[in-house]
């Protein structure tokens, strides 16, 4: 498990930091267990995402391959399922005032890294 830095071609400034999620079994807990403070985490190969057995709303969007935002769901509720036809991936976080990912973004990676590599920014007191 690593993570990545992205950023959306209108609001480049903007950069946004998620924990990858590419298992199987990674994919399908997401952010089950965690709470509302939970690190945003990206679900890759993934078109579909449900909040069974969460107990806080979250923030989606699912983007196409080439990185285009297809659809965002905002403070999507406990207990719900959420689809998008040719989503390649899924951005998730906890739900959040703080701006977000709209339709028609065109997301850029920034940066990338290892798990080792975020357990070292969050001792420096980075990230």
Known sequence: MG???MTSEMRPWRRLRFR????????LRGLLGTGPDAEPVVLLRCGSIHTFGMTYPLDVAFVGE?????????????RRVSSCLGAWLVFERPASDEPWFEEGDILRLRAMGAE???EVASGMGGA
Do not use: F, I, N
Not at 66 to 78: A, H, I, M, S, Y
């Open 3 to 5: 993570w990545v830095e």
């Open 66 to 78: 080439r990185g285009e935002v297809l659809k965002v769901d905002r403070d999507l509720p406990p």
């Open 20 to 27: 990858v999620l590419s298992g199987w079994v990674e994919r």
């Open 116 to 118: 080792k590599a975020v």
